[in-house]
């Protein structure tokens, strides 16, 4: 079923061989990219824009370009060194202290940036929170991080229960508001007064910068604890899985919400000098193409969900955009369907590249790279510096092609370094000196690691363990399927049956004889047993904001059990 390998092109690639590198590298000597190394003074904002702004051949390069539909800007190296301080400033004036929690809930502007990194900067940590989160969802976060301190605008702010928590102290309004009072701070009427110098906040490199919540997948979101010494793995991982040069336009699609969109979306491109474009509004085909062809991209990371509707809304579009400077594509966040590759090299004359990492790990530690060959549908090797395998549940290791826990020796750079206030959840994820990630895979004779599912998504079947990837990747190659949700719902007689929720592709509908037809595709291109037994039409599938299946949820609605916490759910 294995599409075949997709060879590498020569060319533009940071890392010209991928086997060589592995053998060589040592974290030791990312160190050296940084000024830290030879001031011994750190913080990771210092690096990613002061840095630059410092240096008379890149303070006035354009680090982001903000583009929405009702707004335009580009803002230089400086500029937002200039803004960053600036924030810094009103959070000293206002008591914010070194591993304050200062959370933000709004939009990505820029003035998103200039307070994110502005709480960088004072050694505070800081917590996006995705916009469209309700108040429980809100509320929760706040809650367990003991934040004093939150950034929002006017419009969010009824979502935010600020009598109920103790802890919050102060309100930051981005935008003109009735508000007043002791308690809010107007973002604009301060930032005014505030001065554009400020002196950074240094700090030891294991000290606390970020506070994200996982996406909520499986469970409860879990609040994840990362470091500034992150920025070595940022960088590094900048460098050779995005393949960035300074003079890239780079696009990463993911809110800051998600851990893609502060690891990839902030400190990748920012650490490498790279001008970083951030596109506000909603997604539509048509408007993605254009970004990508009038905002010159040259790198562009973005999720499965996103290329699968760019997929279904046809290769006709793409063929109307001009997308010349494009010469780099990855993916993160769920399985990429070798589908999904396939349309990527006919419809962008590209390989997509998938890369596989979790909040957890900070960072991207599996990974197509550039300099190596592809096979569509495994997540590539470890990064250089990575030491990944499969172990049995006793954290022995597994031989080549059987199904296991798929492990990272730990640490590594960008590591977490605890789960917020709750020090028995951070153990139980290391086994043997393993650092345990919750997927299941399997790693072939090549080395490469191929995902299976989620150790809780894996389905027993008379006897026979299927993932559910597997299923909905089938799936989603028949033409009139356009996304797809597989579980196992427990059956007396088999332990489980598939069972598979789709959405139809625009112009099929719902009939007995297409659902038949459905089932024998995957039974011809898989097998008999991975064939759902059960097939059910849906208008959309519930996904998390960062656009990730949600199983669980498909299981509990259709087991009539109670849902959980649904407070990452997209509406
Ligand atoms: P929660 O931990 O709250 O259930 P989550 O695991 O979805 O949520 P994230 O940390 O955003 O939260 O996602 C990490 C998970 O996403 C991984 O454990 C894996 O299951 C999946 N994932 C990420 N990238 C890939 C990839 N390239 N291929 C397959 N799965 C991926
Ligand atoms: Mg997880």
């Given at each position: 079923m294995n599409m075949q390998r997709i060879e590498t092109k020569s060319g533009n690639f940071n890392m010209t061989d991928y086997e060589e590198t592995y053998q060589k590298f040592?974290?030791?000597?990312?160190?050296?990219?940084?000024?830290w190394h030879t001031t011994g003074k750190a913080n990771i904002a210092y690096e990613a824009i002061d840095r630059h702004a410092e240096n008379p051949d890149k303070a006035d390069q354009i680090a982001l370009i903000y583009s929405a539909p009702d707004r335009e800007e580009k803002l230089t190296f400086t500029d937002l060194k200039q803004s960053s301080n600036q924030f810094a400033n009103v959070l000293k004036k206002h008591g914010v202290e070194k591993e304050d929690r200062v959370f933000l809930f709004m939009p990505r502007s820029p003035e998103f940036y200039a307070s994110f990194l502005g709480i960088l900067k004072v050694g505070a940590i800081a917590g996006p929170l995705f916009e469209a989160f309700m108040e429980q969802a809100v509320r929760d976060r706040l809650e367990d991080s003991e934040a004093s301190m939150l950034v929002t605008t006017p419009e969010l702010l009824?979502?935010?229960p600020f009598s109920d928590l103790p802890h919050l102290k102060k309100v930051v309004l981005v935008g003109e508001s009735d508000?007043?009072?002791?308690?809010?701070?107007?973002y604009h009427a301060e930032m005014n007064e505030a001065s554009k110098s400020f002196d950074v906040e240094w700090v030891d490199l294991e000290d606390g910068m970020l506070l994200h919540y996982t996406s909520g997948s499986t469970g409860k979101p879990k609040g994840v604890y990362h470091v500034h010494n992150a920025m070595l793995q940022h960088y590094q991982t900048g460098k050779w899985v995005l393949d960035l040069k300074e003079d890239d336009i780079y696009w990463c699609?993911?809110?800051?919400?998600?851990v893609t969109g502060t690891s990839y979306g902030i400190f990748a491109p920012w650490l490498n000098g790279v001008t970083n474009l951030v596109r506000g509004g909603r997604f539509s085909p048509e408007q993605w193409y254009e970004t990508l062809q009038e905002k010159e991209v040259t790198v562009w990371y973005s999720a499965p969900t996103a290329f699968r509707k760019l997929m279904s809304a046809g290769e006709d579009i793409v063929k109307e955009y001009n997308l010349t400077n494009l010469r780099h594509v990855l993916s993160v966040g769920e399985p990429l369907n070798p589908e999904v590759i396939a349309w990527g090299m006919s419809a962008l004359e590209l390989r997509i590249h998938d890369t596989w990492w979790m909040t957890e790990t900070g960072g991207q530690l599996i990974c197509n790279f550039p300099a190596l060959d592809m096979k569509p549908g495994s997540m590539g090797k470890p990064f250089p510096g990575i030491v990944a395998s499969i172990i049995d549940n006793e954290g022995n290791e597994l031989p080549p092609n059987q199904m296991g826990n798929l492990a990272i020796?730990?640490?590594?750079?960008?590591?977490?370094?605890?789960?917020w206030k709750r020090p028995e959840k951070y153990e139980s994820y290391f086994l043997n000196g393993w650092y345990i990630s919750g997927d299941s895979a399997y790693k072939d004779e090549e080395g490469y690691f191929w995902f299976q599912g989620r150790l809780d998504d894996v389905i027993n079947t008379s006897g026979e363990r299927v993932g559910p990837f597997e299923v909905e990747s089938k799936l989603i190659e028949h033409p009139a399927v356009s996304e797809a949700g597989v579980i196992g719902k427990p059956d007396p007689e088999r332990g489980e049956i598939i069972k598979a929720f789709i959405t139809l592709n625009d112009g099929y509908s719902e009939s007995e004889e297409l659902l038949e037809e459905i089932r024998q595709f995957v039974k011809k291109g898989l097998s008999a047993h991975a064939a759902p037994r059960e097939l059910e039409v849906k208008d959309t599938i519930p996904k998390t904001r960062s656009g990730k299946i949600m199983r669980r949820l498909l299981k509990s609605w259709e087991l009539g059990l109670p849902t959980g916490d649904v407070s990452t759910l997209e509406e």
């Open positions: 040592n974290w030791d000597e990312a160190k050296s990219n940084f000024s009824e979502r935010v508000q007043k009072g002791e308690a809010y701070i107007d699609t993911a809110d800051p919400g998600w020796k730990a640490p590594w750079p960008s590591m977490m370094r605890a789960i």
